[in-house]
């Protein structure tokens, strides 16, 4: 589970000669699945796949790897108003 400054997917920010500090949590969710999630009472947004032990073996003693991604784009409106002038 990854999230960048709280989000899980996509971020934009609107920054204007700004000093940012980039927050990534990362978190090693165990897999669950819904024999798993009902045997110990859990709640069904926690089931992440459909055969708990299976996942397991496949990540267990491997590298995880993530991207990140980050993009400078200059806001529209800010341009229109220098072509303008």
């Not at 996942?55 to 784009?73: C, H, K, P, R, V």
């Amino acid at each position: 589970d990854i999230t960048v400054m709280g989000y899980s997917d996509e971020v934009i920010l609107d920054l204007y000669n700004s000093t940012i500090l980039i927050t990534v949590v990362i978190k090693l969710v165990e897999p669950i699945d819904l024999n798993e999630a009902i045997d110990r009472n859990l709640e069904m947004s926690l089931v992440n796949t459909p055969d708990s032990v299976q996942a397991y073996e496949e990540i267990n003693g491997t590298d995880i790897m993530f991207t990140l991604s980050l993009e400078l784009q200059t806001k529209e409106q800010y341009n229109e108003e220098e072509t303008t002038e």
